[in-house]
């Protein structure tokens, strides 16, 4: 088993659909939060450059209202999509709440809308 085959099976992602994405806000600008794991996010590109040599401040803001303090880091660009690193790990209790709402609210994904 390849290493990125390891680490996608150990670290769950969880992809936010259109109207739910939350904000990760910044003193840089806010950006859309398209997925979310335990140590990385993937956020859209809003036109401001995160740093890959510091962390950068802000909050997780989700559709709830709650609010998770963290820091980011680069770690690369994919097309129009920032994959950052995250300073303060987001808990696994908070993705599976957000994850168990969204269920809750739209149910199961089909396979073509993944």
């Known amino acids: 088993m390849s290493e990125s085959e390891s680490n996608r099976r150990s670290l769950f992602r969880l992809r936010f659909p259109l109207d739910e994405q939350p904000l990760f806000v910044t003193e840089l600008g806010d950006y859309t939060v398209l997925e979310l794991a335990e140590k990385s996010a993937r956020l859209a590109d809003n036109g401001t450059t995160l740093c890959n040599e510091k962390w950068t401040t802000g909050v997780v ?54």
Not at 73 to 84: A, E, F, H, N, P
């Open 61 to 114: 803001r989700l559709k709830t209202g709650a609010e998770i303090p963290t820091t980011v880091k680069l770690s690369r660009i994919d097309d129009d999509q920032l994959v950052v690193l995250l300073g303060q790990n987001i808990t696994l209790k908070v993705i599976i709440a957000e994850q168990s709402r969204l269920l809750a609210k739209y149910g199961k994904p089909r396979p073509a809308d993944k």
